[in-house]
């Protein structure tokens, strides 16, 4: 593939997957999470994010639970809450390690290429009625990313009033 068309497929993989690595996974690249988190999470300029006293006053005053959700691993969210001075805010952070068991998420068997350029004839035409692979990867947008949380967390999703339960 040329470089040129990388970025074009890494949105198109995030679009349709709720990740871009829930993307690749799905059309047969291997790798190791971890790598990938640290290469992708590694260049971020976390020394931009500085604390929100005003944000942690907002969160701490909030007679609820307060519990967070997502994409990211564990490390990232760490990093980011504790540049922003949010560490102690939330319950309970629920992320990518929680959701994914390294054992259960493999690619599907080499088919030389077969899905990658699958993909990429869907993202030319899709209204056509081909359909795409579902991602082994447990990730938002994806109900059961939701359903799975929910349930780790011990909520109710007809009576999330009681709890913050921010998602993004």
Same mark, same amino acid.
């Given at each position: 593939?040329?470089?040129e068309?990388?970025?074009?497929l890494?949105?198109?993989?995030?679009?349709?997957?709720g990740?871009?690595?829930?993307?690749?996974r799905?059309?047969?690249?291997?790798f190791?999470?971890?790598?990938?988190?640290s290469?992708?999470?590694?260049r971020?300029?976390?020394?931009?994010l500085?604390?929100?006293?005003v944000?942690?006053?907002i969160?701490?005053s909030?007679?609820?639970?307060?519990l967070?959700f997502?994409?990211?691993?564990?490390?990232?969210?760490?990093?980011?809450?504790?540049?922003?001075?949010?560490?102690?805010?939330?319950? %309970?952070?629920? +992320?990518f390690d929680? !959701?994914?068991?390294?054992?259960?998420i493999?690619? /599907?068997? $080499?088919?030389?290429g077969e899905?990658?350029?699958?993909f990429c004839e869907?993202?030319? %035409?899709?209204? +056509?009625?081909?359909? !795409?692979?579902k991602?082994?990867?447990i990730?938002? /947008?994806? $109900?059961?990313a939701?359903?799975?949380?929910f349930?780790?967390?011990?909520i109710?999703?007809?009576?999330?009033?009681r709890?913050?339960?921010?998602?993004?």
């Amino acid at each position: 593939m040329e470089a040129e068309k990388v970025p074009e497929l890494c949105n198109s993989l995030y679009k349709t997957y709720g990740t871009t690595m829930a993307g690749l996974r799905t059309i047969g690249y291997d790798f190791d999470y971890n790598d990938f988190h640290s290469s992708v999470h590694g260049r971020l300029p976390y020394s931009l994010l500085k604390p929100d006293p005003v944000l942690k006053g907002i969160l701490q005053s909030l007679p609820c639970r307060k519990l967070g959700f997502r994409n990211a691993d564990m490390g990232h969210v760490i990093r980011v809450l504790k540049r922003l001075g949010l560490e102690d805010c939330f319950e %309970r952070i629920i +992320s990518f390690d929680t !959701l994914n068991s390294l054992d259960d998420i493999r690619p /599907p068997d $080499d088919k030389n290429g077969e899905e990658i350029l699958y993909f990429c004839e869907y993202t030319r %035409r899709p209204d +056509s009625d081909m359909m !795409l692979p579902k991602t082994p990867v447990i990730c938002k /947008p994806f $109900d059961n990313a939701f359903e799975k949380a929910f349930k780790l967390a011990d909520i109710d999703p007809q009576r999330t009033g009681r709890e913050i339960f921010l998602p993004s």
